[in-house]
C-alpha cells in the first residue's frame, strides 16, 4: 500500500509529536511513523514519572552543543510559556519543584495524552509498530516499512538519540544523517552517573545513599545542587549536569561545603585544636557519615594555620578522577548528535538536502537537567512544524 503525505515524522516522542501538531494546525498532512507500540515513552517515564515539561528559566546557556548559538532561533520562537499556555488550555495541573522547572502534579502521562489530544487532526495521522526499512530519495522521500510504503516531499527525523536501548533507542537517527552525507558529532552519554576508580569506590562507596550539596565544576561550568554516593561512584543532580561536560581521565572538581568557612571556629584561641573539635566542626555541615570518612582519610597532620588551610581547602576542591560513566544504559539525554552547521536554524533543514529535518535529541543540541531537554523537543519540534 502506497500513502501519500506533505510530510513523513520518523518518531512519535517529545519532538516529533510537537512537530506534528504544529504543521497539522496548518493544514498539512502529515504522517508520524512510530516504532514502538505506543507514543511517547520517554515523556512517560521522565521526571521520575511527574515530567519535567520545562523550565522557566530557560536560556541558550542551558545547552551544549558545537555551536553555541545555533538553539537561540527555535528558543526564542517557541518559548516555556508556549507550552505552559498549552498546558494550561488543557487543565493540567503542575508546579515549581526548584529552580524553575516545572513538573506535571499528577503524572506524566497528563503531557502525553494532552500531545495526544492536539495531534487528534484530520491532518495527522498516527502509525505504531512500524519498522522502517529503507528510505530513499529518488524524486520525494520514500519510506519503504514492514507492509507499506510512505510518499512525501519533507521527512522529519525525530528519532531520539541512544539513550535507553531497554526502551528502544537506536542510533537509526544517525545512521540516516550519514546515509543523506550529514556529518555527526560522535554521542556520548550526558546527565549520566559517574563511576568512581577502583581505590575511590572501595574508599567512599560504602556511604551508598549519602547526600550532600555541592558545587561541581569542571573546566568552565558550575553547578549547585545535590550529589548523591551510589554503589558504583556518584550521582545526583550536581553530578548529572557536570556529567554531560566530561572528558575522560578529566578531574572533576567537588566543594563540599559551598560558602562555608568550616575551620573558622578555630580562629578562637579558646577552642582546642583537636581531631574531635574538627569532627564537630565538619559535621555541622556535612552528612555525619561523609564527615568521618573524610576526616579518617583528610585529617589534617597537623593543627597548624597551615595545616587547618590545607584542610580547608582540600573540602572545597576535591579533585576526583572518575574511571567513567554508566553509559548509554543510564544516561538521561545523548549529548553530540547531527551536526548543527549541516541544518538551519530557523527550520531545522538539511543545508544539503532540502526536505529532510532533524528535531529533537537526535540534533547535536543538549540541555542541562532541569526540563530544557524538553523545551528543546517542543522548541525544535515547533520550528520544523511551521516550517513545512
Ligand atoms: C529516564 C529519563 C527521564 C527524563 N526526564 C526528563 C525530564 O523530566 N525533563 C526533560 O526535559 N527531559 C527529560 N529526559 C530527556 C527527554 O526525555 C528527551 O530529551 C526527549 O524525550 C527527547 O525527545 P525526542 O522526541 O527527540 O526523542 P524521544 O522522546 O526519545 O522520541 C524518539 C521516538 O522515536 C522513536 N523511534 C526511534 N527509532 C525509530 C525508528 N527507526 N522509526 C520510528 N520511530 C523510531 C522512539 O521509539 C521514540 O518514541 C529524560 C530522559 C530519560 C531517559
Not at 507492509?147 to 537517527?173: C, H, M, N, Q, Y
Not at 527550520?347 to 530544557?372: A, K, N, Q, W
Request: with cysteine; glycine share 8%; charged share 25%.
Amino acid at each position: 500500500m502506497i500513502h501519500h503525505f506533505d510530510a513523513v515524522i520518523l518518531g512519535g516522542g517529545a519532538a516529533g509529536l510537537m512537530c506534528a501538531i504544529e504543521a497539522a494546525k496548518r493544514g498539512r498532512r502529515v504522517a508520524v511513523l512510530e516504532r514502538a507500540d505506543r507514543l511517547g515513552k520517554k515523556i512517560l517515564i521522565s521526571g521520575g514519572g511527574r515530567c519535567n515539561f520545562t523550565n522557566i528559566h530557560c536560556t541558550p546557556e542551558n545547552f551544549l552543543s558545537s555551536n553555541p548559538h545555533f538553539a537561540k532561533s527555535a528558543l526564542s520562537r517557541y518559548t516555556p510559556s508556549d507550552f505552559i499556555g498549552l498546558v494550561e488550555k488543557h487543565h493540567i495541573p503542575y508546579h515549581e519543584k526548584t529552580l524553575g522547572q516545572l513538573f506535571c502534579d499528577r503524572s506524566s502521562r497528563d503531557i502525553l495524552n494532552m500531545l495526544e489530544e492536539e495531534c487528534r487532526s484530520p491532518a495527522a495521522r498516527i502509525f505504531l509498530n512500524v519498522k522502517v526499512q529503507e528510505v530513499t530519495r529518488p524524486a520525494d522521500f520514500v519510506v519503504r516499512t514492514q507492509d507499506a510504503e510512505f510518499r512525501a516531499p519533507a521527512l522529519v527525523i525525530a528519532t531520539g538519540g541512544l539513550s535507553i536501548p531497554k526502551i528502544g533507542a537506536t542510533s537509526f537517527g544517525y545512521d540516516l544523517a550519514r546515509q543523506f552525507g550529514l556529518r555527526i558529532r560522535e554521542p556520548w552519554p550526558g546527565l549520566v552517573p559517574l563511576i568512581l576508580s577502583t581505590d575511590d569506590r572501595e574508599q567512599y562507596c560504602d556511604l551508598a545513599g549519602v547526600s550532600l550539596g555541592v558545587i561541581a565544576s569542571g573546566d568552565s561550568h558550575r553547578f549547585r545542587e545535590k550529589m548523591l554516593v551510589t554503589h558504583r561512584g556518584l550521582s545526583g543532580p550536581a553530578i548529572l549536569q557536570i556529567s554531560s561536560y566530561w572528558k575522560k581521565a578529566c578531574a572533576i572538581h567537588l566543594d563540599l561545603a559551598p560558602q562555608k568557612n568550616v575551620t573558622a571556629s578555630f580562629k578562637d584561641p579558646s577552642i582546642p585544636r583537636t581531631a574531635n573539635a574538627l569532627r564537630a566542626a565538619v559535621r555541622e555541615d556535612l552528612p555525619t557519615r561523609f564527615a568521618d570518612r573524610w576526616l579518617e582519610l583528610h585529617m589534617p597532620t597537623s593543627f597548624t594555620n597551615i595545616g587547618l588551610a590545607e584542610f580547608e581547602k582540600d573540602l572545597h576542591d576535591w579533585q576526583i578522577v572518575p574511571a567513567g560513566t554508566e553509559g548509554f544504559e543510564k544516561a538521561e539525554v545523548t549529548a553530540g548528535g547531527v551536526d548543527t552547521d549541516e541544518l538551519s536554524a530557523k527550520t531545522m533543514e538539511s543545508r544539503t538536502v532540502p526536505g529532510l529535518y532533524f528535531i529533537g535529541e537526535v540534533v547535536d543540541v543538549t540541555g542541562h537537567l532541569g526540563g530544557f531537554n524538553f523545551q528543546w523537543a517542543w522548541a525544535s519540534g515547533a520550528a520544523t512544524g511551521r516550517a513545512l
